[in-house]
C-alpha cells in the first residue's frame, strides 16, 4: 500500500520507502523512516517516532512519544542495519522506548503479540519478549533479555543483561531482578528471592487445581529439599516427568545450569514454606 492510501495527517511525515499495510493511520507530529513496516490496522496516534529497521504488527496501537526502531544504547554498535520487530494487537502507551538489536547479539529485538507496555516501559537491544506480556509504568530491560510467555512486570521493575525470565511468571514492582526467573516464578519486593509461585496468574489462565497442585510439591521439592541444586533438578525430574508444567521449570534450570543463576527462593533460606504469591 502505498503512504497516498493510507489515512496520514497532513502534519505527519512519511518517508519514501516505508511500506504501509491497509488501514494504517497516522496522526499529527509521527515520523516514519524509510525502512519502517507498518501492518495492516496500525494506528500510530500523534508525536509517535518509528525509525531504523522497524516493522509493526497488524493492529498494533501506538500512543504519543513512544519511539521505536532508534539505535541501540550500545557503544559497541557501528550503524549496522539491525532490526526491530513487533508482533500484532500490541498496545504501546506513552513515552515507551525500544530499541533495534545489535551485530554482537542477535541482530534483531523481538516483541510478541498481544503485548501491552505501560508509560515509561523500556525494552534494549537484543531483547526477546514474548506473547501476551505486560509491563507496567517504568519497567525496563536491559540488553539480551529473554522474557516469556504470559509475564507480568511490575512498576518500576528493572531487569538485568542476558537474564531469563520464564512463561508466567510475575516481577514485582520496584523489584530488581539480577539472576533467572524459573516459569511460574514470583518475584516480590523487599524479598532477596522467590516469593513462592504465580498462584493468582495461574487460575486468572484457567490453570486447574491438580496442575497448581503438582507446580507447589514440585517447587517445595526443588527449593526445600536436601542436596545441590542439580541433584534436587534430577529428582524433581524423576518425579514429575509426566508433569508438562514442572518438566517446563526442569528444562529452564538444566539450560541455564551452566550460564547464569536462578533466583533462590528468599524463604527456604530462612526454612519457611513458600508463600502462595
Do not use: W
Not at 25 to 40: D, K, Q, R, S, Y
Not at 78 to 98: A, F, Q, S, Y
Not at 220 to 237: D, H, I, M, N, P
Amino acid at each position: 500500500m502505498t503512504a497516498s492510501e493510507a489515512k496520514i495527517d497532513p502534519l505527519a511525515r512519511v518517508e519514501a520507502g516505508a511500506v504501509l499495510g491497509a488501514g494504517v493511520e497516522i496522526g499529527p507530529f509521527c515520523t516514519v523512516g524509510p525502512h519502517v513496516v507498518l501492518g495492516e490496522g496500525v494506528k500510530l496516534l500523534s508525536h509517535v517516532a518509528v525509525t531504523g529497521h522497524t516493522t509493526l504488527g497488524p493492529g498494533t496501537v501506538v500512543h504519543p512519544f513512544a519511539a521505536l526502531g532508534s539505535a541501540p544504547q550500545s557503544l559497541g554498535y557501528k550503524g549496522e542495519p539491525t532490526r526491530l520487530v513487533i508482533g500484532r494487537d500490541c498496545i504501546i502507551r506513552e513515552h515507551v522506548t525500544m530499541n533495534t538489536g545489535t551485530a554482537n547479539g542477535h541482530m534483531e529485538t523481538v516483541v510478541g503479540d498481544n503485548c501491552f507496555f505501560m508509560v515509561n516501559a523500556h525494552v534494549a537491544h537484543d531483547c526477546i519478549v514474548g506473547n501476551h506480556v505486560i509491563f507496567a509504568n517504568n519497567a525496563t530491560l536491559a540488553g539480551h533479555v529473554t522474557v516469556g510467555n504470559n509475564v507480568f512486570l511490575g512498576g518500576l521493575s528493572a531487569v538485568h543483561q542476558f537474564v531469563r525470565i520464564g512463561d508466567n511468571s510475575i516481577v514485582g514492582g520496584l523489584c530488581g531482578l539480577q539472576h533467572d526467573l524459573i516459569p511460574f516464578g514470583a518475584l516480590i519486593y523487599g524479598r532477596s528471592g522467590l516469593g513462592g509461585l504465580n498462584i493468582i496468574g495461574m487460575k486468572r489462565r484457567g490453570f486447574t487445581r491438580p496442575q497448581i497442585h503438582a507446580l507447589r510439591a514440585a517447587y517445595r521439592e526443588l527449593f526445600y529439599s536436601g542436596g545441590t541444586l542439580a541433584e534436587r533438578v534430577e529428582r524433581v525430574a524423576g518425579h514429575y516427568g509426566d508433569d508438562a508444567n514442572v518438566m517446563q521449570v526442569v528444562e529452564f534450570v538444566r539450560s541455564g545450569a551452566k550460564r547464569r543463576l536462578i533466583v533462590p527462593s528468599d524463604a527456604a533460606d530462612h526454612g519457611a514454606e513458600p508463600d502462595a504469591a
